[in-house]
């Protein structure tokens, strides 16, 4: 099992443009999330998607902020444009719901960093 | 108030000795409680959850739940150096969404 997979690993931008995020859930994993984790606010849940559909998204910050999920295999999260506050490690994670205990697998996450 | 509450660190103990590591949460209808290990530019990886009150013990680890005082625990005996780490608690209610406390930063000094 190839674990959850994020790409970029690292991404480094300037501000304003726009950053384009990765992920590949665990085959036959039915939810996924994305995370941020700064040191000042810890690990926040932005979005997540069940059967591919967006369940929940309060936690995106603002409008600049998009994720989109379009088959169960693959998912992005977009930042257009980008900030220097949205410096950050984002992760990507997926479960299984369904099957107790509704483990959430991380990925290697992805260093954001906008200048 | 924050939804889940940690105390920061760093917390150093000794190889060998008893790591305590304590977590609080707001939300009464709170179901399910985790504990995550997350090194040093690494992702947080699962290595307790407990449901119901009382102990939970797996190894070395020891998950410790009470409800009516909504506080959750972990124990980690015999610390080893590899238990150097920052440990995350997360709360669950009846959806997948999971919140997590910003971390409590373990040391273990040999």
């Known amino acids: 099992d190839a674990g959850v997979i994020q790409s970029p690993r690292h991404e480094v931008t300037e501000m304003g443009q726009e950053v384009t995020l990765r992920c590949k859930p665990i085959?036959?994993?039915?939810?996924l999330f994305w995370y941020r984790q700064t040191m000042m606010r810890g690990l926040e849940l932005l979005i997540y998607?069940?059967?591919?559909?967006?369940?929940?998204d309060s936690g995106m910050p603002e409008d600049r902020f998009s994720a989109k999920m379009p088959n169960a295999s693959f998912s992005t999260l977009k930042i257009q444009p980008s900030e220097p506050r949205d410096s950050a490690v984002y992760f990507c994670a997926s479960s299984f719901q369904g099957k107790p205990p509704p483990r959430q697998y991380f990925g290697p996450g992805t260093r954001l960093t906008v200048t | 108030q924050k939804e889940v509450e940690q105390n920061s660190g760093p917390l150093s103990v000794p190889e060998g000795a008893i790591a305590s590591l304590n977590c609080t949460y707001s939300?009464?209808?709170?179901?399910?409680f985790f504990w995550y290990r997350q090194y040093s530019g690494k992702s947080p990886e699962l290595i307790m959850s407990i449901y119901s009150n009382g102990d939970k013990e797996d190894g070395r680890f020891t998950a410790q739940l009470n409800k009516a005082s909504q506080y959750v625990s972990l124990l980690i005996r015999d610390s080893q150096p590899s238990d150097s780490a920052t440990y995350l608690c997360a709360v669950k209610r009846g959806n997948e969404k999971l919140t997590f406390g910003t971390g409590t930063r373990l040391t273990i000094i040999p």
């Open positions: 939300d009464r209808v709170s179901q399910s």
């Open positions: 998607f069940n059967n591919n559909v967006p369940i929940d």
């Open positions: 085959s036959g994993h039915n939810s």
